[in-house]
């Protein structure tokens, strides 16, 4: 039983194209993030949501949309992919109280050529 | 601004040596305080937390963190490395009270054990 999964765990593509990751999570979490770990293994929040709502945005470009249809799905959509796009996605799940655990999912390494 | 630093970018140990990872962080606050953990090519998964407490904590394999406040400080530690814990080792920390749950990392360590 997975967790937080995401789909696809990896894809290339061409600049230009845009692309979807989708993310669901099974632990009845209110909460839910994209985080972007670049070529460095630097990691960093990109959204979340809360209930469905835009809670964080970290000035993503806005090429990147986020949509989520209820709590347990965060979906991220990337317009005109640029080659500064190639990354890890990792989205994960909390619930929305302090002193709450972070979980991720497995990550989607996307490649922009 | 928030931010988590964590002193050893690279470090390479035989198998059996002792470990410490340095983790310092900058905020006057609460906190709540992780490591994640990530092996070559897989997802991040929690080593251990600390929220309130005994500021020494354990998680899973073997690893301990300890939390000094005034020193803004959570360094890991395992006494005895294996050859399996060569992975990627990420220290984070959240804010305690206000929760959002951003988590803000550091930049991460890599630990290579040699067998």
């Known amino acids: 039983d997975t967790a937080v999964s995401q789909t696809p765990k990896y894809l290339v593509t061409q600049m230009g194209n845009d692309k979807s990751i989708k993310c669901e999570q099974n632990?009845?979490?209110?909460?839910m993030y994209w985080y972007k770990q670049d070529s460095k293994k630097f990691l960093k929040i990109m959204f979340s949501?809360?209930?469905?709502?835009?809670?964080i945005n970290e000035t993503v470009p806005n090429r990147f949309s986020p949509k989520s249809p209820d709590k347990a799905h965060l979906n991220l959509h990337i317009n005109s992919l640029e080659l500064g796009d190639s990354a890890v996605y990792f989205c994960a799940s909390s619930q929305q109280i302090s002193g709450n655990t972070i979980y991720f999912g497995e990550g989607s390494w996307l490649t922009v050529v | 601004a928030q931010s988590v630093s964590q002193h050893n970018h690279h470090v390479i140990l035989s198998e059996a040596a002792s470990l410490e990872l340095g983790c310092n962080y900058s905020?006057?606050?609460?906190?709540?305080l992780f490591w994640y953990v990530q092996y070559p090519g897989q997802h991040l998964q929690l080593l251990l937390k600390y929220f309130s407490g005994d500021p020494l904590v354990k998680g899973i394999k073997g690893f301990e963190a300890e939390f000094i406040k005034s020193k803004f400080s959570f360094n890991l530690r395992k006494p005895s490395v294996q050859w399996s814990d060569t992975a990627e080792y990420f220290c984070?920390?959240?804010?305690?009270?206000?929760?959002?749950?951003?988590?803000?990392f550091g930049q991460g360590t890599t630990l290579q054990v040699k067998p």
């Open positions: 949501y809360n209930n469905k709502e835009l809670i």
């Open positions: 905020y006057g606050g609460t906190v709540n």
């Open positions: 984070a920390v959240s804010h305690g009270s206000g929760n959002t749950g951003k988590l803000i």
């Open positions: 632990l009845g979490h209110d909460t």
